[in-house]
């Protein structure tokens, strides 16, 4: 099936009477990409769309059977509640990213919150429906297997991070962490949407006075550049030195 799925909003106010009509197209989402025809209908079908104002919970931590949640559009953040009332990032949603598939898998509740950053639209598949998905579907079945792998990794490298004792070269090695994979060569690596110096402080057990002092040397040193919430390495390989350089005290 190639016709785009449309999704109409109503009105989010009594000043605003035009419907915005969104054409979502579900073969830009990675794990639907590779999808047969009779697959892809099922998921239109099963799919509901959703628009979110900013600061809105899309999904809240503690939730069940809540679905597989795709962010379409929007910037979407995933907050942990700890037990002493902490509220500590977990990053961002990219773009055709979902949330949801480890709780569904394990018959447990959302581990997280999704808060909107700004107006943010997703999609919601049920369940039921997502978990015949991953069970009948080969391409979702591995596309979601390779997800998981990544997120593996990516929580061994995290908890590896939390083992540097010297707090600078761990904050570097966070940002790292952060980078998209696979840069294009010759390009600066961004880090958009950089968690705010308090979050940073959180999640990797130091101050937030730390996180602006290191970053601040940082940027006068010419090694980083932020603009808004967006960080630019303008010299990776001194970042790296940085980041293994064990006789930095």
């Known amino acids: 099936m190639n016709e785009p799925l449309q999704a109409q909003e109503p009105p989010a106010s009594a000043v605003q009477h035009d419907k915005i009509e969104l054409t979502v197209h ?3 989402i990675p794990l639907f990409s590779e999808l047969t025809e009779a697959e892809m209908k099922t998921v239109q079908e099963s799919l509901r769309f959703r628009f979110f104002e900013k600061r809105a ?3 809240q931590q503690g939730a069940v059977h809540g679905g597989l949640v ?9 907050l942990r509640l700890t037990e002493d009332g902490r509220a500590i990032s977990m990053g961002m949603i990219p773009h055709g990213g979902f949330f949801g598939e480890v709780n569904m898998l394990n018959e447990e509740p959302y581990t997280a919150s999704g808060i909107a950053l700004d107006r943010v639209l997703v999609a919601i598949l049920p ?3 997502a978990l015949r998905l991953f069970s009948h579907s080969p391409s979702v079945a591995n596309h979601l297997l390779r997800h998981l792998a990544r997120q593996v990794q990516r929580d061994t490298e995290f908890k590896a991070m939390l083992s540097i004792s010297n707090t600078p070269r761990r904050i570097v090695n966070f940002i790292i ?63 790296s030195k940085i980041a293994t350089d064990t006789d930095k005290t």
């Open 127 to 129: 369940q039921l429906h």
């Open 26 to 28: 579900l073969r830009k």
């Open 177 to 239: 962490l952060q980078i998209q994979r696979n840069p294009t060569p010759g390009q600066p690596q961004t880090l958009d949407n950089l968690p705010t110096h308090q979050d940073i402080a959180n999640m990797i057990n130091t101050s937030r006075e730390t996180v602006t002092r290191v970053l601040n040397e940082l940027t006068q040193k010419g090694i980083i550049q932020r603009k808004n919430h967006q960080l630019i390495i303008l010299d990776p390989s001194a970042l």
């Open 57 to 59: 919970v899309v999904f």
């Open 70 to 78: 795709f962010l379409l559009s929007g910037q979407l953040q995933l």
